[in-house]
Every structure is written in structure tokens, then in C-alpha cells.
């Protein structure tokens, strides 16, 4: 079964920071872009950051750039989101979504490209 399970969200302070978890079982992790998304209340399901299949190139959103750092553990198939100084506006569903891609260094941050998602994991960040 093609499963990604995140973990690691929660409440945290203004400037705080948070390490995210996305667990990938069920494909080859190596053949996959996965990438990082959230979702605030009334808004649209935004791009955070992704990570290419073949050379692992990263893609951050101008939003978290010099903020956060996505991560993967080819050993335990997961993929990190390390995120720091947090903000009130990061507040969201943080979800980690994968793209075939084999051999290839794809990349997107478009969530519409992505066909495997995760349940999302809540990130809270108090002012």
C-alpha cells in the first residue's frame, strides 16, 4: 500500500522552530519528488519546498527560503522539513506529497502535480 505519514507537528511560540516528518512506505522512495505543503483556514493548499528524485536538488517558496531545510533519509525513506524562526503566518496543515519522477530531477511546487499525499500534520504558531 503507497502510504506517507507525517509527523512532528504542534504548537509553537513565535521564532520557534519545528522538524517535520514524512515517512514514505509502500514505492521506491528513490523514483519519487517529494515535496512539503500546507494549507492555512480559507486558503489554498501552497508549495513549501520539494526535493527531486535522482540528485536530490531542493525548491523552497520564497515564503520559508533561509527559514527551512527539507532532508531525506534514503536508509529509513523518510523525508525531513526542518523549519526555524518561526511565524504566526506559518500556521497550517503541513502536509508531504509525492511525484513520480525515476532518474529525474523534477521538481514543483504546483500541489496539483502531486498524486500521493499524506493526512497532513498541524503546525500552530502562537504570537
Known amino acids: 500500500e503507497v502510504q506517507l505519514v507525517e509527523s512532528g507537528g504542534g504548537l509553537v511560540q513565535t521564532g520557534g522552530s519545528l522538524r517535520l516528518s514524512c515517512a514514505v512506505s509502500?514505492?521506491?522512495?528513490?523514483?519519487?519528488?517529494i515535496g512539503w505543503f500546507r494549507q492555512a483556514p480559507g486558503k489554498e493548499r501552497e508549495g513549501v519546498t520539494c526535493?527531486?528524485?535522482?540528485?536530490?536538488?531542493?525548491y523552497y517558496a520564497d515564503s520559508v527560503e533561509g527559514r527551512s531545510t527539507i532532508s531525506s533519509d534514503n536508509a529509513k525513506n523518510r523525508v525531513y522539513l526542518e523549519m526555524n524562526n518561526l511565524k504566526p503566518e506559518d500556521t497550517a496543515v503541513y502536509y508531504c506529497?509525492?511525484?513520480?519522477?525515476?532518474?529525474?530531477?523534477?521538481?514543483?511546487?504546483?500541489?496539483?502535480?502531486?498524486?500521493?499525499w499524506g493526512q497532513g500534520t498541524q503546525v500552530t504558531v502562537s504570537s
Open positions: 506529497a509525492a511525484h513520480y519522477s525515476p532518474g529525474s530531477s523534477w521538481s514543483s511546487l504546483d500541489p496539483r502535480m502531486y498524486n500521493v
Open positions: 509502500g514505492f521506491n522512495f528513490n523514483d519519487y519528488t
Open positions: 526535493i527531486s528524485s535522482s540528485d536530490r536538488r531542493r
